[in-house]
């Protein structure tokens, strides 16, 4: 039988590192368009991925980047998949005010430019195209929880770049008739999970903390309400999406809420330091119960213009048309997550002694 093919963009990120796992282990020839950088950004596929004349690489790389079509037809051309799988994207939605044009062009802008380069490349009939959506599409949220049929009401021009997208992907679907599915994902976190993104940050400095390299943790609004689940589990739906005979689009979610302060309690209960709450808003401090240091503080320079302040999804349809549920239950992805902190710390060696 002849191995399917499929193409991640994106795939040096989080989910790609993990959706490329997914497709090398069920036998797919894989590639993945990574853009330039000026030092190698392939730590996360490290496992997967050597250099192209080593035979036992297990995905191939070509660069190419969201924001040049020329590139996107070029690897098209090159590749022929079976399966595109888009997760590229400027992914920061506090970064997203800061530059919201470049932010536009990649994750907007971009999704057409490749939807358009199937188009004309005549493969729109063969391909099968998984979209990177959001529930940062909910933002000023219409119902609780989210499903499929709640309206968007985007509040960053991250999520309005993503309605685009979004729309632009139905689109294709109506117009053209492409097989092409939106994932409408929950937050999804795991220990490869970027650094600055608020779960990562609270891990990471739990871990530094512990090792006496990092005092404190600044962070802005702990009240924020997320639905949190794995990444891991959250690959398994976007590929189970591209299975199925007619696409659609799907949410994804554990359908559990949590605060940002919950998930640092959480985090430091698990080392040993349970956190005491003192004061209010900019004056609120997190004090280690034990020996009265302060160990969180706030920093409004993380405070969004704009904040989406509660989301929880509703991944019925995800469970009753693809079968699918999480499996990662949100102590299991908290606990995961610090003990690969600590761990990378006491592997490097590092403390403050
Ligand atoms: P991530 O870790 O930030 O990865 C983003 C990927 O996109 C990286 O490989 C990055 O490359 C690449 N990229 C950025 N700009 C690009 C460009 N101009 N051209 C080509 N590639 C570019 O994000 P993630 O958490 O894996 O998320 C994957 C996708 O799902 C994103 O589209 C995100 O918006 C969406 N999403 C994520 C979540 C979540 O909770 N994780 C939830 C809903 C939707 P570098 O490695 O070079 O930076
Ligand atoms: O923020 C609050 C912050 O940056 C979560 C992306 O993958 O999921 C992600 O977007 C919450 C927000 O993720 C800090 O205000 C408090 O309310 O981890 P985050 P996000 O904005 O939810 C969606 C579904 C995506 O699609 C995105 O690509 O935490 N928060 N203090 C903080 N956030 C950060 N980053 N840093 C803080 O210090």
């Not at 509703?314 to 003990?339: C, I, P, Y």
Request: glycine share 8%; net charge negative.
């Amino acid at each position: 039988m002849t191995k399917r093919v499929a193409l991640i963009t994106g795939i040096t990120g989080q989910d790609g590192s993990y959706l490329a796992s997914l497709l090398v282990s069920k036998g797919y020839e894989v590639h993945g368009l990574m853009r330039r950088s000026s030092s190698l950004n392939t730590d996360r596929i490290g496992h997967l991925y050597q250099e192209e004349q080593d035979a036992t690489s297990q995905i191939r790389m070509h660069f190419g980047d969201m924001s040049d079509g020329a590139s996107l037809f070029r690897v098209l051309k090159e590749v022929k998949p079976d399966e595109v799988y888009n997760l590229a994207a400027q992914s920061h939605v506090k970064v997203s005010f800061d530059k919201p044009e470049y932010t536009t062009d990649v994750n907007a802008t971009g999704v057409l430019r490749l939807l358009e380069a199937i188009r004309l490349l005549d493969m729109g009939e063969s391909i099968r195209f998984y979209q990177a959506s959001t529930s940062e599409l909910f933002g000023n949220v219409q119902e609780t929880p989210q499903s499929e049929t709640t309206p968007f009401r985007p509040r960053s021009p991250y999520a309005i770049s993503k309605h685009f997208a979004f729309q632009t992907v139905v689109n294709y679907r109506e117009a053209y008739g492409f097989h092409a599915s939106n994932g409408i994902l929950f937050n999804h976190e795991g220990p490869k999970r970027g650094e600055n993104f608020v779960s990562r940050k609270i891990t990471r400095a739990v871990a530094a903390i512990c090792h006496g390299i990092q005092d404190k943790l600044y962070l802005g609004n702990i009240n924020s309400r997320r639905d949190w689940g794995h990444a891991r589990d959250y690959v398994e739906g976007m590929w189970l999406m591209l299975q199925k005979e007619t696409p659609g689009d799907y949410v994804l979610a554990t359908g559990e809420e949590h605060s940002v302060r919950d998930f640092v309690e959480l985090a430091f209960e698990m080392v040993g330091r349970p956190i005491e709450w003192e004061g209010s808003a900019l004056e609120e401090k997190g004090v280690d119960r034990k020996s009265g240091k302060v160990l969180i503080e706030i920093d409004p320079q993380y405070y969004r213009p704009a904040e989406v302040n509660s989301l929880v999804g509703n991944a019925a349809k995800a469970r009753d048309e693809l079968g699918w549920t999480h499996k990662t239950s949100f102590k299991e992805l908290v606990q995961e997550m610090v003990e690969a902190d600590m761990q990378r710390l006491a592997s490097a060696g590092m403390s403050r002694a």
